[in-house]
C-alpha cells in the first residue's frame, strides 16, 4: 500500500449543488524524504475523510455544469481522453464529460471494464455523444469511473492500473478519478492508483409527491 501518494493534485466537491475546486497537498518538508517533485505536490493519506490534507479552495461553482466546467478546465491541455467504466452504469456519465469538449480537436475513447480490445469511440451525433468505432484507446489522460469501484462489480483495481500503464506513458499521463459519495476514497483506490485528480461529487436526493 502506498502511504504517500501524488495522486489527487487537485479535486472537484460537490455537495448540496455546490461544487468546489480544492488543492490538496502534503506539507512542503516531507516531499524531500520521499523524493517527490515539488512541481507535482504529493500528500499523506490518513484516512479517507481527507482529514490528513492541506485543502485550499481555488474555485467554486454550482450544480452539473461545475462538474463539467471543472473537468473541461483539467483537460483543456489532453490530446486524447480515454474512459474506463463499467458498461451501462458508467458510460452516460463518459458521454456526458464528452459533451462538454465535443467542440474541441480531443479524441475520445471508452474502455469497458479492463477490456482494452473492446475500446471504442466517443463520437458527437445529432442525438448525443455516442460510442462509436472499435479504436486504439492510448492516450495521455486517463479518466476513470467510479463505477469500476463498486465492490459487486469485482473490478481488481490493479488490473486497471495495469491499463493504465498499457495504454499511457509515464511522463505523460494524467490520471483523473469522476466518482460519487468518495467511492475511490471508500474503495481504498487512491492508495493504489497514481490520480492526478478526483472529481468527487456528492449527491442529496429529496423525492416529493403531490
Known amino acids: 500500500m502506498m502511504s504517500q501518494v501524488r495522486a489527487l493534485l487537485a479535486a472537484s466537491i460537490i455537495r448540496s449543488g455546490a461544487c468546489s475546486l480544492v488543492r490538496l497537498e502534503r506539507p512542503a518538508h516531507n516531499r524531500a524524504a520521499t523524493g517527490s517533485n515539488p512541481v507535482r505536490p504529493m500528500i499523506l493519506i490518513k ?104 465492490p459487486k462489480m469485482n473490478i481488481d483495481v490493479n488490473d486497471v492500473k495495469k491499463v493504465i500503464e498499457d495504454i499511457s506513458e509515464p511522463k505523460d499521463r494524467k490520471v483523473i478519478g469522476v466518482c460519487f459519495m468518495s467511492m475511490f476514497q471508500e474503495a481504498g483506490w ?20 403531490n
Open 47 to 150: 484516512n479517507h475523510e481527507m482529514g490528513g490534507f492541506l485543502i485550499r479552495t481555488f474555485d467554486t461553482s454550482e450544480g452539473i455544469g461545475g462538474l463539467l466546467n471543472t473537468f473541461r478546465n483539467i483537460t483543456k491541455d489532453s490530446r486524447k481522453i480515454t474512459f474506463i467504466g463499467t458498461p451501462g452504469f458508467c458510460t452516460p456519465f463518459a458521454e456526458i464529460l464528452s459533451y462538454v469538449i465535443r467542440d474541441s480537436n480531443q479524441e475520445l475513447a471508452f474502455i469497458p471494464n479492463t477490456s482494452v480490445d473492446k475500446a471504442k469511440t466517443i463520437i458527437s451525433t445529432p442525438h448525443g455523444m455516442q460510442l462509436g468505432d472499435d479504436t486504439n484507446p492510448s492516450a495521455d489522460t486517463i479518466v476513470l469511473l467510479g463505477g469500476l469501484a463498486i
Open 190 to 209: 487512491i492508495d493504489i492508483i497514481e490520480f492526478d485528480y478526483l472529481l468527487d461529487s456528492y449527491l442529496k436526493i429529496t423525492s416529493m409527491e
